[in-house]
Nanobody
Framework: QVQLVESGGGLVQIGGSLKLSCAAS????????MGWYRQAPGKQRELVAT???????NYADAVKGRFTISRDNAKNMVYLQMNSLKPEDTAVYYC??????????WGQGTQVTVSS
């Protein structure tokens, strides 16, 4: 079983920055892909960014050039640096991990609110 705990969310002004962190713990051999997803009120959960164990990244078009995903394999951590935040970035952000046995795990989510 894998537990994911996100942190770093909060309230930020338009144009500001936040860094989200996600720590994976529990009983597992290794984590393969990790990623961040978000869900705004009334909308479906959507992909924000993913990163493989070999550090290959993928971003949603809406965040390219503003967000950066990174990970620390030794610590089983994944991060999301968010810059130039916009009101449309307001959402609950979820961390996802895929284990070496291809099981998916989700964190409980952290709220990001961008306001003027």
């Amino acid at each position: 079983q894998v537990q994911l705990v996100e942190s770093g969310g909060g309230l930020v002004q338009i144009g500001g920055s936040l860094k989200l962190s996600c720590a994976a713990s529990g009983s597992f051999f290794s984590i393969n892909a990790m990623g961040w997803y978000r869900q705004a009120p009334g909308k479906q959960r959507e992909l924000v960014a993913t990163i493989t164990r070999s550090y290959m990244t993928n971003y949603a078009d809406a965040v390219k050039g503003r967000f950066t995903i990174s990970r620390d394999n030794a610590k089983n951590m994944v991060y999301l640096q968010m810059n130039s935040l916009k009101p449309e970035d307001t959402a609950v952000y979820y961390c996802k991990a895929v284990s070496s046995s291809n099981r998916e795990y989700w964190g409980q989510g952290t709220q990001v609110t961008v306001s003027s």
